[in-house]
């Protein structure tokens, strides 16, 4: 039943855009089918653009219809070549939850579903992004949440997690009318879990983009004699990035961004203090976790800073705090975190069926002991160092937890957790330049201290 609802939907887009070409209203073109529901959203949007399309509706920052002569004509794009997502609504229906999304040009996207958790992954060309934050859903229906952002260069994504199994409708796309642009409906219709499992999974052709866009990442990585002329290399890693946001802070600093910027930073200060440094992302864009790991590897990394802030539920704690890979021992608040930014894969839908777990294996080789070892020297030199530059965490700010991208067995690594967005005071420091620019110049000035240590020994 729901597969032959969906071939009519597929077939009634077709016929819209058809009569679209002879000047008909969306409302009109379907008027014949009064029960559908798709005529009924229709027919509200078109005697109200403004309203919901179902009671109680939350919609994301909707683009209000512009006036005669006025805005964005629909399918225009005034911003470039690339499309513009407008908005988007979440319908909570008896019988399905309804994803609208409006868009300044045609695109052509598709959805698939994955498990564990269960989600949906809407994937799509590179768009602009003209949302605010997502709405929240009820709770009632089968969305739990959705985010969305540039998930490589060239490609955009929105994931939706979900509370329960779906089946996903086919796209339906609805001509531009009444000041609205391009309209894409997805229905998601609750089913059996079995159901989902079975029809769970990557698409063929997207894994292999995938395989590809990593192989092309590596080889970028590769540099010109990385280790000539005595330079260390120092891999800076911006936590985060494109559809997955991190930590929102109590003033509305995204934490990909706040890492970002301080990832520019410390690599001007640490390229003036001599050393050759690459950054696994230089823009608004996400990198899986296991691609992290390979770039710092594939540079011969002497040493890896991976970049991110925290929150906590009490607004009290702040200060700085840095991780290294533990061994196999930690505390329950080092072990949330772990599972907090282990999550990142996940929320960016990544095809995680090759993974296995990052760290267990690696924890019983010798050699990734001594990396331990030297992360660890690392990350006390670094406390040292930024003592007197910003807060540092009072209770044990040096941490050891799970955390999958500083598992690389032969590159000394560390986590530094900037503070927490979730402390108004640290938010309010990190969110401005004078701060950056002294906690970039303390991180390299550790760096220096733990490289002159190293070299002359005098530090196991």
Do not use: C
């Not at 698939?112 to 929240?136: C, H, I, K, S, Y």
């Not at 004078?434 to 550790?446: L, N």
């Not at 490289?451 to 005098?458: A, C, E, I, L, M």
């Amino acid at each position: 039943m729901i597969r032959t609802r969906q071939k009519i939907m597929f077939r009634i887009s077709i016929i819209a855009g058809i009569l679209a070409i002879f000047g008909l209203s969306a409302a009109a073109q379907i008027s014949g089918a009064p029960d559908d529901p798709i005529a009924r959203v229709l027919r509200q949007e078109q005697t109200s653009p403004g309203a919901s399309p179902a009671s109680g509706l939350p919609v994301a920052p909707a683009k209000t219809p512009p006036a005669p002569g006025a805005g964005l004509a629909p399918g225009s794009n005034a911003q470039g070549s690339q499309p513009i997502v407008l908005s988007a609504r979440i319908g909570e229906h008896e019988d399905r939850t309804r994803f609208v999304i409006e868009l300044s040009d045609p695109v052509s996207l598709r959805t698939f579903t994955l498990t564990n958790p269960d989600r949906v992954v809407v994937d799509m060309p590179e768009v602009q992004w003209r949302l605010g934050a997502p709405p929240r859903p009820s709770g009632f229906g089968s969305v739990k949440s959705y985010r969305y952002g540039v998930f490589r260069k060239g490609n955009s994504r929105m994931v939706i997690d979900l509370s329960r199994p779906v089946t996903v409708s086919d796209p339906l796309v609805i001509p531009p009318s009444n000041g609205f642009g391009y309209r894409v409906v997805i229905d998601l219709f609750p089913t059996a879990q079995g159901k989902f499992n079975a029809n769970a999974g990557w698409p063929a052709d997207l894994k292999a983009r995938e395989t590809d866009a990593e192989r092309l990442a590596a080889l970028s990585a590769e540099p010109e004699a990385p280790h000539a002329a005595g330079h260390k290399v120092v891999v800076i890693d911006p936590g985060h990035g494109g559809l997955d946001s991190g930590t929102n802070g109590v003033n509305g600093l995204m934490e990909k961004d706040l890492v970002l910027a301080e990832g520019l930073k410390l690599a001007k200060v640490l390229k003036a203090h001599g050393y050759s440094v690459h950054m696994t992302r230089d823009s608004d864009v996400f990198i899986p976790l296991s691609e992290r790991v390979a770039i710092a590897r594939k540079l011969k990394a002497d040493l890896m800073i991976s970049l991110h802030a925290d929150s906590n539920p009490d607004a009290q704690v702040n200060g700085l705090s840095i991780y290294t890979l533990n061994d196999g021992r930690s505390d329950r608040e080092a072990a949330a975190l772990a599972r907090r930014e282990n999550q990142s894969d996940v929320i960016a839908g990544v095809d995680l069926s090759r993974e296995d777990s990052p760290v267990a294996p690696i924890l019983i080789d010798l050699a990734q002991r001594d990396t331990i070892n030297r992360s660890s020297r690392f990350a006390e030199t670094a406390l040292g160092q930024l003592h007197g530059v910003t807060d540092i965490l009072f209770r044990s700010p040096h941490r050891a937890a799970s955390l999958a991208v500083l598992v690389a067995p032969d590159v000394p690594a560390a986590l530094i957790e900037l503070g927490y967005l979730s402390n108004e005071s640290d938010a309010a420091q990190m969110n401005t330049e004078a701060w950056r620019e002294k906690v970039a110049e303390g991180i390299a000035k550790a760096v220096d201290r733990n490289f002159s240590v190293t070299s002359v020994g005098t530090l196991p």
